[in-house]
């Protein structure tokens, strides 16, 4: 009867021991595919909290250059507010009467040694040259660039311009000091340089 009571026992604890372990091998199973999901959330919500982050930087760096354009263009006398309402009647010129349609800046010739132009370019003196003048749209930035480079007519291009900082520094590269902002209009270039960029 003690054999029998020994051979029981034995086989009850083989019983319930063997199953255990395949238990425990199919709850370390699912133990591992739990981390790997929670692994794989974290990922996905630190992906997310750094587009987040950059997407707060990007509204950041806009707000910035919104703010700088409202103070370099100020609203001007007697302009609405409310959006839509104008101020006078809409076919009255008379207001508009002593008013220039464009001004001409010239500034006085600096005193500087011309660039190096290998038979390629001509310096342009204190004037606006001529053929800027028929462009047209020249003219609206001419005066501006001048105070930060030099305008030169090349044969290939015509008149072009060049920053004042290439000649100080040859390894002067555009788009190098600023940085890319994304807004509603895509990726605009933002400068530091004291001129701006038109594409």
């Known amino acids: 009867?003690?054999?029998?009571?020994?051979?029981?026992?034995?086989?009850?604890?083989?019983?319930?021991?063997?199953?255990?372990?395949?238990?425990?091998?199919?709850?370390a199973d699912v133990e591992?595919?739990?981390?790997?999901?929670?692994?794989?959330?974290?990922?996905k919500e630190r992906e997310d909290a750094a587009l987040d982050a950059e997407l707060e930087e990007a509204r950041r760096q806009l707000?910035?250059?919104?703010?700088?354009?409202?103070?370099?263009?100020?609203?001007?006398?007697g302009a609405s507010d409310e959006v839509g309402v104008l101020d006078a009647e809409p076919n009255d010129s008379?207001?508009?009467?002593?008013?220039?349609?464009?001004?001409?800046?010239?500034?006085?010739?600096?005193e500087v040694e011309p660039l190096p132009d290998d038979g390629q370019a001509v310096a342009i003196q204190d004037a606006v040259p001529a053929a800027?003048?028929?462009?047209g749209d020249h003219q609206i930035f001419f005066a501006e660039l001048s105070?930060?480079?030099?305008?030169?007519?090349?044969?290939?291009?015509?008149?072009?311009?060049?920053?004042?900082?290439?000649?100080?520094?040859?390894?002067?590269?555009p788009y190098t000091r600023g940085r890319w902002v994304n807004s509603d209009q895509g990726w605009t270039w933002l400068s530091d340089?004291?001129?701006g960029w038109a594409a």
């Not at 591992?32 to 990922?43: G, I, N, Q, Y």
């Open 147 to 173: 105070r930060f480079g030099e305008w030169f007519e090349t044969r290939e291009y015509g008149f072009v311009w060049q920053p004042t900082e290439l000649r100080t520094d040859p390894a002067w590269r």
């Open 94 to 110: 008379a207001d508009f009467a002593n008013v220039p349609r464009a001004i001409v800046v010239e500034e006085p010739p600096r």
């Open 63 to 77: 707000e910035i250059a919104l703010t700088a354009l409202e103070v370099e263009i100020p609203d001007a006398g």
């Open 1 to 27: 009867m003690m054999k029998r009571f020994l051979f029981l026992s034995l086989a009850l604890v083989g019983g319930c021991v063997l199953p255990a372990c395949d238990f425990a091998k199919f709850s």
């Open 132 to 135: 800027l003048l028929d462009a």
């Open 32 to 43: 591992t595919s739990k981390l790997k999901e929670k692994v794989a959330e974290l990922e």
């Open 193 to 195: 340089e004291p001129f």
